[in-house]
């Protein structure tokens, strides 16, 4: 028994330490949906890197390309209505859905950890204000504040506008949720005892809070970004986006005017909603992956 616990004991020396990247690729793998969700949107990037090598995307454009053509060796996901190749559309108008929902969910995960962080943390009348605020908001149908907004801006919007629209609402769930993980934090031995140390507002909240916020916050972007592609999804489809932008919500607005299902045009609608699926498929996935890291429970339970 002791000879076999002194064998243990010393395998357990040899052994190597694993590097950062063998260690990132062994939590990869025995969390399966953060790899899947990974992998997915990767498949999406990459469509937006590669994709304008293998086709036209000046075909993305009206009447550039016969219209109502179904895919074919020259048109792989077909044509529209409009004579716009939807295998460009999808290239040209990916990376633009991206962009306003990458740009929302950053303005409005920003605003939420300052918001969230100095309420939580500084409590007192500030911290009120901000839990009256979104309390308040958070009960009003975010998408008809939304539809508003867009509908009484129409005919001057664009992607970057688009964007702020969208973000104008996506700060509320970040601060609902950073300043309730805030609140447990501000209470942990190590912060008392910084503040008893002397430690200023500002320090402790850069070097102690921040840093143990960092899962919250990667779960609570890939959270706004979901929201921001799905909110802009919805205007678009109604006709409340830029009309002239090929991306992904716009292409749904074109099909539903145009009658693309009634009409048999399968591809035309079939395009769009496939990769909104893809991409949301793989938000979630992400979400779900770093709600482990962030979630004790999920760690102890995996």
């Known amino acids: 028994m002791a000879a076999a616990t002194l064998v243990e004991i010393k395998q357990t020396v040899a052994r ?67 004579g716009r190749d939807l295998a460009a559309v999808l290239v040209a108008g990916l990376p633009l859905t991206l962009r306003i929902g990458f740009v929302a969910g950053g303005v409005g995960l920003s605003v939420g950890i300052l918001l969230g962080v100095l309420a939580g943390y500084r409590r007192g009348v500030l911290d009120v204000i901000v839990k009256m605020v979104v309390d308040t908001l958070l009960t009003v149908p975010g998408l008809l504040v939304l539809i508003i907004i867009a509908d009484s801006i129409k005919g001057v919007i664009s992607i970057n506008s688009m964007a702020l629209i969208v973000a104008s609402l996506a700060w509320m769930q970040p601060t609902r949720t950073i300043r309730s993980q805030v609140l447990t934090l501000r209470e942990r031995a190590y912060i008392q005892l910084a503040r008893l140390n002397g430690v200023s507002t500002r320090a402790i909240i850069v070097r102690e809070v921040l840093p143990n916020l960092l899962p919250y916050i990667a779960a609570s972007f890939v959270g706004a970004v979901a929201s921001a592609v799905l909110a802009t999804i919805g205007l678009e489809a109604l006709g409340l986006g830029p009309q002239d932008a090929p991306d992904i919500g716009m292409t ?51």
């Open 252 to 302: 749904i607005y074109w099909a539903i005017t145009f009658n693309a299902l009634l009409r048999g045009l399968w591809w035309w609608w079939l395009t769009p909603i496939v990769a909104v699926m893809v991409l949301f498929i793989g938000l979630f996935l992400v979400s779900s992956g770093l709600d482990e890291i962030a979630n004790p429970r999920l760690r102890r339970a995996a």
């Open 16 to 82: 190597p330490e694993r590097t950062r990247m063998e260690t990132v690729v062994a939590y990869l793998l025995r969390n399966p949906n953060l790899t899947a969700g990974v992998i997915l949107l990767l498949v999406l990037l990459l469509i937006c890197l590669i994709g304008p090598f293998l086709v036209n995307v000046d075909h993305a454009r009206a009447t550039s390309v016969l219209p109502d053509q179904a895919p074919s060796r020259a048109f792989p996901l077909g044509t529209d209505d409009q």
